[in-house]
């Protein structure tokens, strides 16, 4: 069965105090692996596409990596306009949709 | 980025009653549409798939006579939630992919049911 699991469920940080969150998966065919950032009350807003081992993709304060198995999402110095839930889903191959992670909520104090 | 618009962001309604969620791809011609279901501090549960003209592809364990997906149109597609009972209040979110990659998604606000 396909799963995508994330860790922590939450973490707390002080502003500026640099951590990764983790999504690890296992899937019969990884097309893609996607992080959204969900605030709230709202719908998730895409931040990266990642496709293949090795890839890294980086924005502002953000910067998602994948291997094989997982993939890392690396906030660096974050502020705490970054607290929100972070989720990570997967794109199965020859399956035309998104398999979502439970997510990390992230808070910043300041 | 591209834009998709849901409507109406909060609705209260009585159990036994049907309400109709709609979901608009404003900016781009959306040839798939997902709806998903979040419970609170919960992920999205994909609920079905819904393409441009055919039938939409629910997922296993979702009525399709409870919930009715049309697609009517490139930039429309719209959830019906029909005999609501208080256990069908949550949020529930679109998303829409663009014509060449289904992967990455553009989601609307969400719509937050609430049946009394």
């Known amino acids: 069965e396909d799963q995508v699991t994330q860790s922590p469920e939450a973490l707390r940080l002080q502003e500026g105090e640099s951590s990764s969150l983790n999504c690890s998966y296992t899937v019969s065919g990884l097309r893609g692996l996607f992080w959204y950032r969900q605030d709230p009350g709202k719908g998730p807003e895409f931040l990266f596409t990642l496709y293949s081992a090795g890839e890294e993709k980086e924005k502002e304060r953000l910067k998602a990596t994948l291997t094989k198995k997982e993939s890392f999402l690396h906030i660096t110095a974050p502020k705490p306009e970054d607290s929100a839930t972070y989720l990570c889903a997967v794109e199965i191959q020859g399956a035309q949709k998104l398999v979502f992670g439970q997510g990390t909520r992230l808070t910043i104090n300041p | 980025g591209a834009v998709v618009s849901q409507h109406p962001s909060r609705v209260i309604c009585k159990s036994g009653t049907s309400v109709k969620i709609e979901c608009r791809s404003l900016d781009f011609q959306a040839t798939t549409m997902f709806w998903y279901r979040q419970f609170p501090k919960k992920s999205l549960m994909l609920m079905a798939t819904?393409?441009?003209?055919?039938?939409?592809?629910?997922e296993q364990g979702v009525e399709k006579d409870k919930f009715l997906i049309n697609h009517a149109s490139l930039t429309l597609s719209t959830l019906t939630v029909t005999s609501a009972h208080p256990e069908d209040s949550s949020f529930y979110i679109c998303?829409?992919?663009?014509?060449?990659?289904?992967?990455?998604?553009?989601f609307g606000e969400g719509s937050r049911l609430t049946v009394l």
């Open positions: 819904s393409n441009e003209g055919s039938k939409a592809t629910y």
């Open positions: 998303s829409a992919s663009k014509v060449s990659n289904t992967g990455e998604l553009f």
